[in-house]
C-alpha cells in the first residue's frame, strides 16, 4: 500500500521557520522524483520545489528561493522541506508527490504564518 505522510506543519510567526517531512512506503522511493506543492486559500495549488533522483533541485516559485531548502533521505525514504523567514503569503496546505512510472500524493499539511 503506498502512503506518503507529511508533517511538520503548524503556526508560526512570520519570520519564522518550519521543517515539513514525507516519508514515504509502498514503492521504491529513490527511483521518484518527489516534489513539494502548495495551495493557499481561494488559489490553485502551486509546485513549489523538486527534487529529482539524481539529487537535481528545481525551486519553482521565485518568492521562496533562498529562503526554502528541499532535500530527500532515500535511507529514510522522507523527503524535506526547510522553510525560513516565513511570512503570511507562505500559509497554505503542503503537499508532497512522487513522481516516477505512477504519481502519489499525501493528504497534506497547514501551515499558517501570523502573529
Known amino acids: 500500500q503506498v502512503q506518503l505522510v507529511e508533517s511538520g506543519g503548524g503556526l508560526v510567526q512570520p519570520g519564522g521557520s518550519l521543517r515539513l517531512s514525507c516519508t514515504a512506503s509502498?514503492?521504491?522511493?529513490?527511483?521518484?522524483?518527489m516534489r513539494w506543492y502548495r495551495q493557499a486559500p481561494g488559489k490553485e495549488r502551486e509546485l513549489v520545489a523538486s527534487i529529482y533522483t539524481t539529487g537535481a533541485i528545481i525551486m519553482n516559485v521565485d518568492s521562496v528561493k533562498g529562503r526554502f531548502i528541499i532535500s530527500r533521505d532515500n535511507a529514510k525514504n522522507t523527503v524535506y522541506l526547510q522553510m525560513n523567514s516565513l511570512n503570511a503569503e507562505d500559509t497554505a496546505v503542503y503537499y508532497c508527490?512522487?513522481?516516477?512510472?505512477?504519481?502519489?500524493w499525501g493528504q497534506g499539511t497547514q501551515v499558517t504564518v501570523s502573529s
Open positions: 508527490m512522487a513522481l516516477g512510472s505512477e504519481s502519489y
Open positions: 509502498g514503492f521504491i522511493f529513490s527511483n521518484y522524483a
